[in-house]
């Protein structure tokens, strides 16, 4: 038997039409006729353009959202900075009134020091008065070939020849003391006092103390203005008093302080 031919399938063309009403008052209507493909290339063209539109408006919230919170850390690092410059000129203020009051006491230290130091050199000169008590003088000269002093009177005063000295007579019950601060560097005795302390008082300066008392202080002990030497007793009433400067000696008057 013959093969019975199949009827043939027709393929209808599908065609769209779309219609765009005017509102104007004649009510006017236009027709656009599209082909299938046509059709889907407008689809597929108004859903790209539409996808597009959502991905730029989500790109756009995304970027103002981002700027948003850049602009937020970037206020609160400029708060924290001017947070953190006002704490640091706060600390600078505070530094430079530290530093000035800093200055002020080093400064009063040094002239507070410097008063002392003068104060110090002050009374490190043997200008003070040898006796806690009144006492009369006389000056002499001391020869060391000689077994007493001489004392100097109108007569020999141009010819007299030793070492310048001058002899108090002091009352009992005062005391022989110190002339000026030192450091006491001898205590031996002396043919014609008894005992001598020798004071050394660091400036070229040095006093030396002849008395037949007993000596209150030693070798190496340092000693203050006013320090007792010797108490004067009874026996001991006699003080020969000298004073060196540079290593040589020089008439103690010229330094002794008179008071009265």
Do not use: W
Not at 122 to 147: E, H, K, Q, R, Y
């Amino acid at each position: 038997m013959g093969k019975v031919a199949k009827p043939k399938k027709h393929r209808h063309k599908r065609h769209y039409t779309f219609m765009i009403i005017s509102g104007d008052s004649d009510g006017s209507t236009k027709r656009l006729h599209l082909n299938h493909f046509k059709t889907q290339l407008l689809a597929y063209t108004c859903f790209a353009i539409a996808l597009a539109i959502v991905c730029y408006i989500i790109y756009t919230a995304i970027t103002i959202d981002t700027l948003r919170n850049i602009e937020v850390q970037q206020k609160e690092q400029l708060e924290q900075l001017i947070t953190d410059n006002d704490q640091l000129t706060a600390a600078n203020e505070k530094l430079q009134t530290e530093n000035e009051q800093l200055s002020a006491a080093i400064n009063k230290r040094i002239e507070d020091e410097q008063v002392v130091a003068e104060e110090a050199e002050a009374l490190a000169i043997p200008s003070g008065f040898p006796l806690s008590g009144t006492a009369s003088m006389t000056n002499a000269v001391d020869d060391t070939n000689s077994t007493t002093v001489t004392t100097l009177t109108d007569d020999n005063k141009d010819t007299a020849t030793g070492n310048p000295i001058v002899v108090f007579t002091a009352g009992e019950g005062s005391n022989v003391i110190a002339s000026g601060s030192g450091t006491v560097t001898s205590v031996t005795t002396d043919a014609k006092f008894g005992n001598v302390i020798t004071i050394d008082h660091g400036n070229g300066y040095v006093s030396i103390y002849r008395n037949s008392g007993n000596p209150l202080v030693s070798e190496g002990d340092s000693i203050d203005r006013g320090d007792i030497l010797f108490v004067v007793g009874e026996d001991n009433t006699s003080l020969g008093y000298q004073i060196q400067q540079d290593e040589n000696f020089i008439n103690p008057e010229t330094l002794i302080e008179i008071n009265g």
